[in-house]
């Protein structure tokens, strides 16, 4: 099975709203990073979160890594309408090795 | 971060040919290249870990004689898909790191389709 599974599988929510994602993996990790990706385009990097981090923040975006559940959460504030997409999570298992969670699909209402 | 481009951005192919695919990191110098590969609605599986000047790094259930990976400079790795057939047409990416541990950055990825 997947090492990141993330949940909801797809949000709704209207502008202004804050947005939570999760995201649960099995192995022990180096990093955990969460990218977005709109739709049939690449990947954009968001934040990365070391395993000795508890939380991050850019801009918007608060992340955080708990590594005794294995999960992290992606809180998104005061949404916008350009945050629709799909959002991943990534776990780096060491050896060059990133595996990809299922995604979130988050569409925001105007 | 660094710059990722790819090439061709979409390529639509009749079955049996052979499409090559480049990915070039524009700013970095990436010794380690990754292709993934995405399907509908679906989350990004890796395909191969690319090495400048040596053989690449295939995943399991990834065909190394059907979907050939060169990385021939710092800069360029090419992966070519061998007598494509429609269940192969996908969304391929590339990606660089800057290192062990580090932030990957994608290309915008090449959308396959076989007919």
């Known amino acids: 099975s997947q090492q990141g599974e993330e949940d909801p599988q797809a949000l709704s929510i209207q502008e202004g709203e804050n947005a939570t994602m999760n995201c649960s993996y099995k192995?022990?990790?180096?990093?955990l990073q969460w990218y977005r990706q709109n739709s049939g385009r690449g990947l954009v990097h968001l934040i990365l979160?070391?395993?000795?981090?508890r939380e991050k923040h850019s801009g918007r975006l608060r992340v955080t890594l708990d590594t005794s559940k294995k999960s992290s959460s992606l809180l998104i504030t005061a949404s916008r309408a350009a945050d629709t997409a799909s959002y991943f999570c990534a776990t780096d298992i060491g050896g060059f090795k990133t595996i990809f969670g299922a995604g979130t699909r988050l569409f925001v209402k105007a | 971060g660094a710059v990722v481009s790819q090439h061709p951005s979409w390529v639509i192919c009749k079955s049996g040919t052979s499409v090559k695919i480049e990915c070039r990191s524009l700013d970095f110098q990436a010794t380690t290249m990754f292709w993934y590969r995405q399907f509908p609605k679906q989350s990004l599986m890796l395909m191969a870990t690319?090495?400048?000047?040596?053989?690449?790094?295939?995943e399991q259930g990834v065909e190394k004689d059907k979907f050939l990976i060169n990385h021939a400079s710092l800069t360029l790795s090419t992966l070519t898909v061998t007598s494509a057939h429609p269940e192969d047409s996908s969304f391929y990416i590339c990606?660089?790191?800057?290192?062990?541990?580090?932030?990957?950055?994608f290309g915008p990825g090449t959308r396959l389709l076989v007919l």
């Open positions: 690319s090495n400048e000047g040596s053989k690449a790094t295939y």
């Open positions: 990606s660089v790191s800057q290192g062990a541990q580090e932030t990957q950055y």
């Open positions: 979160i070391r395993s000795n981090e």
């Open positions: 192995t022990s990790i180096n990093n």
